[in-house]
């Protein structure tokens, strides 16, 4: 591999948080309630911040912008969005 | 069948935390793009939302390399880099699988300021996917008219609504007689990600256009985004189908509208739910308006039901 010169070296780097700690966005806060949850995955595969576990169905806050897709299209209601403090 | 959610693979080339909206459609097709494709892509963005959802220089919130290219340019830029990328595997100066060149473009970098590049591109079909995310406007400017915005919605640039029909971009791009032309919409993302495996394996020119239903332009709750997705496909506002060679066939929910199984839901009730229809459904000629608008989608149906039965 021939050394890469300086003008094309990328200038951004693939990162979590290229946006900042996007959880601070959030307004209310999704939160599963794991008695009601099927393990459909449906929350997973809407979330568009890829924030969802798809195993233990469990949600990465720090990221989460609240948007609250994952509440209205959980068939079985397992999830409730709560007002943030 | 369509893959089942449940098989999707795990990967995320699209990285928590990045610049787009709360419930962004935009973000959440990429994401189903990112499952299909893997790792070995090389991404080209014209200026759009999903720029600015790349994030903060030095930080990117996809997980492939990038290049930020002008407006106008998809296609032309697309086939230079696909191009490019052949002839050093050639020359020997690259080793192992080629990747996937794909450009990822709004309804504005595709439909209107994009569309001689393209349509350029399609013509010698070059290998590469196009993909236009259709938020029907441009978004990332404040919500300006784009020839994808549907007849009666107000924009900043429409204030009394829209007067003229949206164009039907992916039939256009058929006729360019591409291998690949598909349409997807982010209620569907099995439906999504199986048509980009299959552009994935085909070479020469693929085209997937994704209806991407954006809250604020729209205006209606983000938290309804794949509702309203759904909304569009069921009432017949977007028709889900594939191409391969030339050869037109539906998909669900489509399908049976097509085939006359079923019929789609009035268009009211999908256009009550987006604040950009209010003032037209409130104001004196509603009901012409609504009515024209519905014309719009029985003709659209009409006309690719007869379309599909042509290819040679
Ligand atoms: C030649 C040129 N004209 C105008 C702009 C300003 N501009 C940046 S993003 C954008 C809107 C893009 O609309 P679309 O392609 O539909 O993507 P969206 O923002 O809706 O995601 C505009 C007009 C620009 N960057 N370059
Ligand atoms: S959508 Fe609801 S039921 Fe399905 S996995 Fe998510 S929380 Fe559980
Ligand atoms: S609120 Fe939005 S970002 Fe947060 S987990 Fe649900 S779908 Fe994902
Ligand atoms: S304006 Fe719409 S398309 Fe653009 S980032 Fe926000 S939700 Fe996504
Ligand atoms: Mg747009």
């Known amino acids: ?5 300086k003008a094309y070296r990328p200038i951004s780097w693939p990162t979590l948080g290229a946006g900042g700690d996007t959880g601070s966005w959030r307004m209310h806060r999704p939160v599963v309630n794991h008695e009601l949850c099927t393990k459909c995955q449906f929350c997973w595969v809407y979330c568009p911040e890829a924030v969802i576990d798809r195993k233990a169905i469990t949600i990465d806050y720090r990221y989460c912008k609240g948007c609250g897709v994952c509440a209205v299209e959980c068939p079985t209601g397992a999830i409730t969005m709560e007002k943030e403090e | 069948m369509a893959t089942s959610i449940k098989k999707l693979p795990d990967i995320e080339q699209v990285l928590s935390g990045n610049g ?24 080209l963005l014209t200026p759009a939302c999903s720029v600015a959802s790349m994030g903060m220089t030095p930080k990117l919130g996809y997980n492939w390399p990038c290049i930020n290219i002008t407006f106008a340019s998809a296609g032309s830029s697309a086939s230079g880099i696909t191009n490019a990328v052949e002839i050093m595997k050639e020359k020997g100066r690259f080793e192992g699988e080629l990747p996937t060149v794909f450009s990822w473009a709004g309804d504005g970098g595709t439909y209107d300021i994009g569309f001689q590049a393209l349509s350029a591109a399609a013509e010698r079909n070059e290998n590469i996917i ?53 349409t997807a919409t ?9 048509k980009v495996v299959k552009a994935k394996s085909i070479k020469g020119m693929k085209y997937i256009e994704i209806l991407a239903p954006c809250y604020l332009g729209w205006q209606f709750d983000m938290a309804d985004t794949v509702q309203l997705s759904r909304m ?10 594939e191409a391969d060679n030339g050869r037109i066939t539906f998909n669900n929910p489509t399908a049976q509208f097509i085939s006359g199984k079923k019929n789609p839901e009035a268009v009211d009730e999908y256009l009550m739910k987006q604040g950009r229809f209010s003032r037209l459904l409130q104001g004196p000629d509603a009901k012409e308006r609504i009515a024209e608008i519905q014309g719009d989608v029985d003709r659209e149906i009409a006309f690719m039901r007869e379309r599909a039965k042509i290819f040679i």
């Open chain 1, 1 to 5: 591999m021939r050394s890469v010169t």
């Open chain 2, 130 to 182: 196009h993909f236009c995310y259709n938020n029907e406007a441009y978004s990332n400017t404040g919500v300006q008219r784009s020839g994808a915005t549907p007849r009666g919605t107000f924009t900043t640039t429409t204030p009394t609504g829209k007067r003229q029909p949206k164009k039907n971009m992916a039939l256009l791009m058929l006729e360019h007689n591409i291998p690949y032309v598909a």
């Open chain 2, 186 to 194: 982010v209620a569907y993302p099995a439906d999504l990600y199986d």
């Open chain 2, 232 to 241: 569009a496909v069921r009432s017949g506002a977007w028709l889900l189908w």
């Open chain 2, 20 to 43: 787009a909206c709360g419930g962004c459609p935009a973000t959440m097709a990429l994401r189903m793009v990112g499952k299909a494709l893997g790792p070995n892509a090389i991404m």
